[in-house]
């Protein structure tokens, strides 16, 4: 049966009356400044550029499917080299990989189904990338992409499953200029998820899912030292809803896991947000102002199982740029987890192509910290102001503006941090 289809799908590439190519060039320049974050562990503060160009091919056949390539770079120039990133180097990640290389088949031989084959992203496919949108944690937001076969089945134009087989490595296994060795994820995983995207009705969006991972064990070096996380079968069922009745949206998601680490340990942890927003239409500026709280359980030191949230697929800044940082003294960087998060912010568009975005997050662990030199029974997290700018000069020409600051609580009392800044420019350049 793989054979026939293998077959089919090749008679459907290679049997076409029309190739369209098309191909484009895309450039990426940002500087981006980390300060105070690593002051406990004696690192000066981080500032670099990020250089990233992106070369991309593609081929249109049958009217309906594609082959996509994209080849990119990101080196990063470091103006300090006594950071915690620079670790004394003037540049790193100077590699050229593959970002992307797939085929696409819609509506195989007259049905239903769609067929995705290759390395491919998932960027906000999934909601707001709450769980799943980050493939390639190791090396930030160069890349994003999943190795992965994803087909899709259409019950109708509003309403979709899709079905992904996914396999993550440590490093890169595709062909690389100048190859870095750069280290992707923590251990080899490989997962699979089931996802729904339902709209039963006009107002409202309906979107459940199940994801199943199985993880390799890893060692990575934390505040203490060289640590060893066991091997991990894991399971999360959730789902997303929307409800838009104007000018209000209310919007939540909320997910459950559960499994069990090769050393006999259980595994639970519960997540989710809950968020509400109005828009002022009539109002200059159209404002809109939004509402809402966020939950990822911690690992409660009281019970013999683990019962801390683990993020999957969503080490990203689904929040925070410097909150992703500051989880170093939580174990790892980017594993969201124990905490607790009120939010409001601020949307203005200032003009059509201009948009301000103001927010304020105050942040609570659950649960003391896991690590026994920094453990303290206070919770609070800290507090988080951000400003977003983005502009966009023309339909080829973007940048944004970014600025964080975060006041730590007496969570991280045992280490004494200071306040930190996070500060970022970019634009962006399509050709």
């Not at 491919?120 to 190795?147: A, K």
């Not at 992707?184 to 996802?195: F, P, V």
Request: glycine share 8%; hydrophobic share 35%; aromatic share 18%.
């Amino acid at each position: 049966m793989k054979k026939l289809i293998f077959w089919f799908l090749m008679i459907e590439v290679f049997i076409f009356s029309e190739v369209k190519f098309e191909y484009g060039f895309d450039l990426r320049l940002r500087e981006e400044y980390l300060g105070n974050i690593f002051e406990p562990v004696g690192k000066e503060d981080d500032n670099y550029f990020r250089l990233k160009t992106s070369l991309w091919g593609k081929w249109s056949f049958c009217g309906k499917n594609t082959i996509f390539i994209r080849f990119s770079g990101e080196p990063r120039f470091y103006l300090e080299k006594d950071g915690f990133l620079s670790r004394g180097r003037s540049v790193s990640d100077d590699e050229f990989i593959f970002e992307n290389f797939y085929f696409e088949f819609k509506k195989i031989l007259g049905s239903n189904w769609d067929l995705k084959i290759g390395r491919q992203d998932f960027l906000m496919q999934y909601g707001e990338g709450f769980i799943i949108m980050e493939g390639t944690p190791g090396d930030g937001s160069r890349t994003f992409y999943f190795n992965a076969l994803k087909a899709t089945y259409n019950i109708n134009d509003k309403n979709s499953i899709d079905f992904t087989f996914h396999y993550a490595p440590v490093e890169d296994f595709m062909p690389i200029i100048n190859d870095n060795h750069k280290r992707l994820m923590n251990s080899e995983e490989k997962g699979a998820i089931i996802y729904g995207k339902l709209n039963p009705k006009k107002e409202i969006t309906f979107e459940p899912y199940y994801i199943y991972i199985n993880r390799e064990a890893y060692t990575i070096n934390t505040i203490i030292g060289p640590q060893t996380t066991p091997g991990l079968e894991l399971n999360t069922i959730g789902a997303r809803g929307i409800y838009k009745f104007d000018p209000w949206k209310l919007r939540g998601e909320i997910a459950y896991q559960w499994g069990e680490y090769e050393n006999g340990i259980d595994k639970r942890g519960l997540g989710g947000y809950i968020f509400l927003t109005r828009t002022f239409k009539d109002i200059k500026f159209m404002p809109s102002i939004d509402f809402g709280f966020a939950y990822l359980s911690g690992d409660d030191p009281n019970k013999p199982k683990d019962t801390g949230w683990d993020p999957l697929y969503g080490k990203w800044p689904w929040i925070s740029e410097l909150l992703l940082y500051y989880y170093f003294y939580d174990g790892e960087i980017a594993k969201f987890t124990n905490y607790n998060l009120w939010r409001t912010s601020l949307n203005l568009i200032l003009s059509k192509n201009t948009n301000l975005s103001l927010s304020y997050n105050f942040l609570r662990a659950n649960h003391p910290n896991s690590i026994p030199d920094i453990r303290t029974t206070n919770l609070t997290r800290g507090h988080l102001p951000t400003l977003i700018l983005r502009h966009k000069f023309t339909q080829n020409i973007s940048s944004h503006l970014w600025i964080e600051y975060f006041s730590p609580g007496n969570y991280y009392e045992k280490i004494s941090p200071p306040d930190s800044l996070f500060i970022r420019w970019e634009i962006a350049f399509k050709f």
